[in-house]
């Protein structure tokens, strides 16, 4: 693999502020991650192919943990690991220091596969199966979020010394995001109301198996304000003197011009100077974040198959919802562009396209990119959260790989899946139709 970054240019200003912190433009123009020309990476590896600059996500990771931590020295910051649940997104986590937010077995699971230590675990989740809390407490979980009465059920149940939990708190604040990731509102699936968290306090408060450290509270995701964040900690800071208040993540990024989201720092600066206000002065504070942590890192490759001239410019590629189904699930508006020639003047407007079999499989709605064509590389910026997450096999597709670049060396940490991969869970299957041959009627057809 070729370094490309030896003679990097400077990068157009809207453009840089959402393409990965380590991007640049190479000496034949072409665009560079992490010091890896993307072409080349797209010729290596194939497409759709994810590639993370390791290096930004590691620079955003301690500007979070230091950022935190120098306006309020008892915090910790915990990866969101659903926005990337990969072994090598919690693997750098975890060397730079920050707690793991895990929800399921499966994303336990990946966890202790990376070397996270137990006791950086929190598991969340607001259908947690008995299995998964035994787990938890057996490897030493360092806090569970209870999210409702079973919860507390199971967890009585399971023996062994008390395992220290926090209470999920319904704030009913109904954030401005898309409605499927507001998690906060008042009819929404997660948590206890005031109330019920208040009656729950004083129902464990001397339980042998469980231990409550204190609140939990998280609003929705794609955030672009502060005043939601402020006001969510003023709600659990309303129920009384804990431990420990975690106040969740959901910080907006920006994905294209259209967003304008608060920098990490005023994010920060916002929630502890709210906490400063509310909270007791030896409490520990957690946030949780997870797009505004992996988004910016990350970039999907594709391939253009071809460019359509009709009533529209269609320019459709070799990927689409099968890699990044959130676009359809959340209206994201990502920006496109083509990585041969990332700084020449765009002269066409058109609509990427997906090749999977819906016309919401829209990637970017009207990007203006330098006459594109059939060969032609395209990066959606962005997008180091949740396309892998909801990665599927829409119309067949395969799993892309994904490479984390660092310093000009691109990293295979998770291999793409192949045709093989595809058909091995229908075994049972194959053996079935040898078993049971097509009746007479269906084998003579009309």
């Known amino acids: ?163 220290d939990v926090l209470l999920r708190v319904l704030p009913e604040i109904d954030a401005n995001t898309h409605p499927s990731i507001a998690t906060g509102g008042r009819g929404s699936k997660f948590g206890l109301t005031l109330a019920q968290t208040r009656e729950t306090v004083e129902r464990l408060r001397d339980h042998p198996r469980i231990r409550v450290r204190g609140v939990h509270v998280h609003i929705g995701s794609q955030i672009l304000e502060t005043a939601p964040f402020v006001e969510a900690l003023r709600v659990v800071a309303g129920l009384g003197a804990f431990d420990i208040y ?25 929630v502890t ?13 957690l946030i949780e974040p997870g797009r505004s942590l992996v988004s910016r890192s990350g970039v999907t490759l594709y391939g253009v198959r071809n460019v359509k001239r009709s009533n529209s410019t ?16 959340t209206d994201d508006r990502f920006t496109a562009v083509i990585a041969e020639r990332v700084a020449e003047t765009p002269d066409t407007i ?44 829409y119309n067949g597709a395969l799993h892309p790989p994904m490479v984390f670049c660092l310093r000009g060396e691109p990293s295979v940490v998770v291999r793409g899946q192949s045709y093989e991969d595809l058909i091995a869970p229908h075994a049972p299957a194959l053996e079935w139709t040898r078993r049971r041959p097509a009746e007479d009627g269906a084998r003579r057809g009309p």
């Open 246 to 270: 975690n106040v969740g993540g959901g910080l907006g990024v920006n994905y294209s011009d259209d967003d304008d989201a608060p920098t990490i720092e005023q994010y920060l600066d916002a």
């Open 314 to 329: 269609f320019v459709a590629v070799d990927g689409g919802m099968s890699d990044q189904i959130n676009i359809a699930l």
């Open 350 to 393: 058109a609509q990427v396209v997906g090749r999977q079999c819906e016309s919401g499989d829209l990637l970017v709605d009207r990007a203006p990119l330098p006459a594109p064509r059939r060969g032609d590389t395209v990066a959606i910026a962005g997008t180091g959260a949740y396309g892998f997450t909801f990665v599927n096999n």
């Open 1 to 163: 693999m070729e370094v490309a970054a030896m003679t990097p240019h400077t990068l157009p200003a809207h453009l840089a502020r959402v393409l990965p912190i380590h991007s640049s433009i190479g000496p034949d123009g072409e665009l560079v991650v992490g010091g890896c020309s993307v072409p080349e990476l797209a010729r290596e590896f194939g497409t759709p192919l994810y590639a993370i600059d390791e290096q930004g996500l590691r620079d955003t990771m301690r500007r979070y943990r230091e950022g935190l931590s120098s306006r309020w020295a008892r915090s910790r910051v915990c990866f969101a690991s659903k926005s990337l649940p990969c072994v090598a997104a919690y693997a750098v986590a975890q060397q730079e220091g920050l707690l793991v937010d895990v929800v399921g077995e499966g994303e336990l699971r990946l966890a202790l596969a990376a070397g996270v230590e137990p006791g950086r675990l929190v598991l969340h989740g607001n259908a947690k199966s008995e299995a998964e809390l035994r787990l938890a407490k057996s490897v030493g979980a360092g806090l569970v979020v209870v999210d409702n009465p079973t919860d507390i059920e199971m967890l009585s149940e399971i023996e062994g010394g008390r395992q």
């Open 273 to 285: 100077a709210a906490a400063r206000e509310a909270l007791p002065a030896t409490a520990e504070l």
